[in-house]
Antibody, heavy 119, light 106 residues
Framework: QVTLKESGPGILQPSQTLSLTCTFS??????????VGWIRQPSGKGLEWLAN???????YYNPSLKNRLTISKDTSNNQAFLKITNVDTADTATYYC???????????WGQGVMVTVSS | NTVMTQSPTSMFTSVGDRVTMSCKAS??????VGWYQQKTGQSPKRLIY???NRDTGVPDRFTGSGSGTDFTLTISNMQAEDPAIYYC????????FGAGTKLELK
């Protein structure tokens, strides 16, 4: 079955770079039509899409954050990554990764990882 | 970007009620819309894809409809396990979520 699990630093300071890892099973990011996306949710607030990466290494970013985001993948180890540079308190949130099927949107989601940005 | 406007923001309902919530897109998104249920402390779970297709294992009391700019999620017979926040998502262009409809029991 498809599973995804996020991991991250837990807490970091303003201006640092946030590095997140999504480790998944049950599918391959080398398969046509497969992708992984990152979505975040501040506590008590709604969902915000951040970035997608596809089987062919195409990458798409939320325009409002594009300059700070880098998404990548390691197909051999079934992992996807997201880096967010120059974080501040507004980046405090639960970060989710999710599988995407082309034209179908996000189907399976990870449990999420909480990230706190605090000095 | 495509803005997804959900209404109502919140609603109270009773077990057995028929519940309808709306999602309006700021531009035509075809049928590239999904509906997600998020219970407290959990990650979102997709219920509906392509506007009206139920995901495997989703009870048939959940029905999605619509195309273009107007979409609806209906719960035909509210159950005690259905209170949650429901989000719509469009993925016709870069993905955007609605702000959610919080569904609670009276």
């Amino acid at each position: 079955q498809v599973t995804l699990k996020e991991s991250g630093p837990g807490i970091l300071q303003p201006s640092q770079t946030l590095s997140l890892t999504c480790t998944f099973s049950g599918f391959s990011l080398s398969t046509y039509g497969m992708g992984v996306g990152w979505i975040r949710q501040p506590s008590g607030k709604g969902l915000e899409w951040l970035a997608n990466i596809w089987w062919d290494d195409d990458k798409y970013y939320n325009p409002s954050l594009k300059n700070r985001l880098t998404i990548s993948k390691d197909t051999s180890n079934n992992q996807a990554f997201l880096k967010i540079t120059n974080v501040d308190t507004a980046d405090t949130a639960t970060y989710y990764c999710a599988r995407i099927l082309i034209w179908e949107g996000f189907d399976y989601w990870g449990q999420g990882v909480m990230v706190t940005v605090s000095s | 970007n495509t803005v997804m406007t959900q209404s109502p923001t919140s609603m109270f309902t009773s077990v057995g009620d028929r519940v309808t919530m709306s999602c309006k897109a700021s531009q035509n998104v075809g049928i590239n819309v999904g509906w997600y249920q998020q219970k407290t402390g959990q990650s979102p779970k997709r219920l509906i894809y392509w506007a009206s297709n139920r995901d495997t294992g989703v009870p048939d009391r959940f029905t999605g409809s619509g195309s273009g700019t107007d979409f609806t999620l209906t719960i035909s017979n509210m159950q005690a396990e259905d209170p949650a926040i429901y989000y719509c998502l469009q993925h016709n262009s870069y993905p955007t979520f609605g702000a959610g409809t919080k569904l609670e029991l009276k």
